[in-house]
Every structure is written in structure tokens, then in C-alpha cells.
């Protein structure tokens, strides 16, 4: 059986196209700055969420530091999906804890880390 293709990524420099859609958070400038900082170093490919209005659902801190950093931004379009699927998808969101790092450092069999690990 073979996987589906349910969509396309597209790569734009056209930051313009983009908008903001009412009710999402504000932006988090020093996330801005830090996502800025690793654009720097390695500009992951890391697909932005809009809507067919090109509102963003996911991504409006990566398009603003693609912008300030004149990188390129991949997307792709879901249509009808609103503000109720942004809140979802950042409820749903997790941040590595301490503690993933711990055992990532571990896993990879860094001494100086499994002294950490009890």
C-alpha cells in the first residue's frame, strides 16, 4: 500500500502574502529573537500552517523571523480552518522539559550526563 500525498509545501519570499488572524496570540518577541538566532545558524525546514485566506494557524513567530532574516518560508494551505484549530494546536504543543534533555544526552551515552540521571 502506498502513502497518499494530501498536500503541497510551498516556498515563498512574498512575506506580504501572509496575515494575522484575529483572536491569535500577540507575538512573543524574545521567541522572535531566539528563532532570528537559530535561522542564523540552521534554517530548519519547518513547514508554517495557513488558512485559504493565508492567515497563519500555525508559524506567526517563524514568519516574522523569516522575514527579519530574509529567510524563506515553506507553507502549506488547509483550508477552513480558523482560530479554533490555532488554539488547539498550541494547546497541544509541548516544549522539551530538562529532563528530555537529560535522557537525549544519556541515550547518547554522554558520561558528564548519566552522573545526572538517578
Same mark, same amino acid.
Given at each position: 500500500? +502506498?502513502?497518499?500525498?494530501? @498536500?503541497?509545501?510551498?516556498?515563498?519570499?512574498?512575506?506580504? +502574502? =501572509?496575515?494575522?488572524?484575529?483572536?491569535? #496570540? $500577540?507575538?512573543?518577541?524574545?521567541?522572535?529573537? #531566539?528563532? +532570528? #538566532?537559530?535561522?542564523?545558524?540552521?534554517?530548519? =525546514? @519547518?513547514?508554517?500552517?495557513?488558512?485559504?485566506? @493565508?492567515?497563519?494557524?500555525?508559524?506567526?513567530?517563524?514568519?516574522?523571523?523569516?522575514?527579519?532574516?530574509?529567510?524563506?518560508?515553506?507553507?502549506?494551505?488547509?483550508?477552513?480552518?480558523?482560530? $479554533?484549530?490555532?488554539? #488547539?494546536? @498550541?494547546?497541544?504543543? $509541548?516544549?522539551?522539559?530538562? +529532563?528530555?534533555?537529560?535522557?537525549?544526552?544519556?541515550?547518547?551515552?554522554?558520561?558528564?550526563?548519566?552522573?545526572?540521571? =538517578?
Amino acid at each position: 500500500m +502506498k502513502d497518499e500525498i494530501v @498536500n503541497h509545501v510551498y516556498k515563498t519570499n512574498d512575506y506580504k +502574502k =501572509f496575515n494575522h488572524i484575529d483572536g491569535n #496570540r $500577540s507575538l512573543n518577541m524574545p521567541h522572535v529573537t #531566539r528563532l +532570528k #538566532r537559530s535561522f542564523k545558524e540552521q534554517h530548519l =525546514f @519547518n513547514v508554517v500552517l495557513v488558512n485559504d485566506k @493565508n492567515e497563519i494557524i500555525d508559524g506567526q513567530h517563524r514568519v516574522r523571523a523569516a522575514k527579519e532574516t530574509g529567510r524563506p518560508i515553506y507553507y502549506t494551505i488547509v483550508p477552513g480552518y480558523g482560530l $479554533s484549530e490555532v488554539q #488547539r494546536l @498550541n494547546t497541544n504543543m $509541548s516544549n522539551w522539559t530538562k +529532563k528530555d534533555y537529560l535522557k537525549a544526552y544519556c541515550d547518547l551515552g554522554y558520561d558528564q550526563y548519566l552522573i545526572f540521571d =538517578f
